[in-house]
């Protein structure tokens, strides 16, 4: 009887979600940067891992068709399954610009994905909590679907930081953590 008790404890306790912390947990090392030269495009961006945060910064280029720049990570199929919210902490001088935290379920291109997305409104630290229901629905940067059902969540396996704004010019985010509950 007290190893069930003991087992149930554990599971009550065990914490869902996922926690992605560039501070504390030097995160930064498992996402690699995608821009839009995979496509022909001239974006440039890079990353720099901080004692607590990553930068992500770069330009973004409308010449050769482009226009994006990205940092991906995979994370484990299933990973998001029961999580309602994202929270994430960042600060960025780029109070002009829109950027994007994409779900995807598939390698193709072309599949459709879901896409949170934000302006930052200060250059100081600012953390915000969204609801995973309300990240759209996108084909190639276009929107086609109003809300993400949560069962889609079960296929998620890779996560992207990524500016497709359509504006050409410098950008720069500094993220502490993404947090998926």
């Not at 599971?11 to 030097?26: A, Q, W, Y």
């Not at 610009?97 to 995807?104: A, H, I």
Request: with cysteine; glycine share 8%.
């Amino acid at each position: 009887m007290k190893q069930l008790f003991f087992i149930v404890t554990l599971f009550m306790s065990t914490t869902l979600g996922l926690t992605i912390d560039f501070g504390t947990e030097k995160a930064g090392d498992d996402w690699r940067i995608v821009n839009d030269g995979v496509m022909g495009g001239l974006s440039t961006s890079k990353t720099t891992i901080l004692e607590d945060s990553i930068v992500f910064n770069g330009e973004v280029s409308l010449e050769n068709n482009g226009g994006f720049a990205s940092i991906r990570t995979l994370i484990t199929a299933g990973a998001l399954s029961d999580c309602k919210t994202m929270t994430m902490r960042f600060k960025s001088n780029s109070t002009d610009r829109t950027f994007g935290v994409s779900l995807k379920n598939s390698q193709q291109y072309y599949i459709p994905y879901y896409k949170y997305t934000f302006t930052p409104k200060t250059t100081e630290w600012t953390t915000i909590t969204v609801n995973l229901s309300d990240f759209k629905h996108y084909r190639i940067s276009e929107v086609i679907g109003n809300t993400m059902p949560i069962k889609a969540l079960d296929d998620v396996y890779n996560i992207a930081l990524i500016i497709s704004d359509k504006k050409a010019g410098n950008f720069n985010i500094v993220i502490d953590y993404i947090k998926f509950e």
